[in-house]
């Protein structure tokens, strides 16, 4: 509908707000709620998480389908991921993806099944990619 410039910066900002509202939201008063449920241990568990592997889970995420890349950005938040070290990762991840999505939306907006399915099935087909590379950046 906007062609890839246009859409790819829409996009872009629309993924770095969400994402950015996500993080702020778990850095409130609704953090001691989440604390309580998952407990003092788990946190610790993701904290150790998030400064290993945090910047790559955040960018690799960014494209999934799903509620993964949600999920992540509340995780980070709640965490208490460094600020600069989480609005980097959104960048790095969020404006590849906004383009690539743009590009296929301009590129088949004459045949808007085959734009849906290639933009649900690319991120499904990668999943496994990021999975294998957020493990191997875990292990180091």
């Known amino acids: 509908m906007y062609g ?13 707000t969400s994402g950015l509202l996500a993080y702020f939201l778990m850095r409130t ?7 309580r449920l998952a407990g003092r241990r788990s946190l610790d568990t993701m904290g150790v998480f998030f400064d290993r592997s945090g910047t790559w889970a955040i960018v690799l995420t ?9 999920a992540m950005t509340f995780l980070a938040g709640l965490s208490r991921m460094p600020f600069e070290k989480f609005l980097t ?3 790095l991840g969020s ?13 088949w907006a004459d ?30």
């Open 29 to 35: 008063h609704a953090r001691r709620f989440f604390v």
């Open 62 to 70: 960014r494209s999934l389908p799903y509620s993964i890349p949600e």
């Open 95 to 107: 404006v590849p993806t906004a383009f690539v999505f743009a590009g296929i939306g301009a590129r």
């Open 111 to 140: 045949q808007p099944l085959l734009a849906l399915a290639l933009s649900y099935l690319l991120p499904v087909a990668l999943m496994p990619v990021v999975l294998h590379t957020m493990r191997k950046r875990g292990e180091q």
């Open 4 to 16: 890839t410039i246009v859409g790819g910066l829409v996009g872009s900002f629309a993924l770095i």
């Open 89 to 91: 990762a959104m960048v």
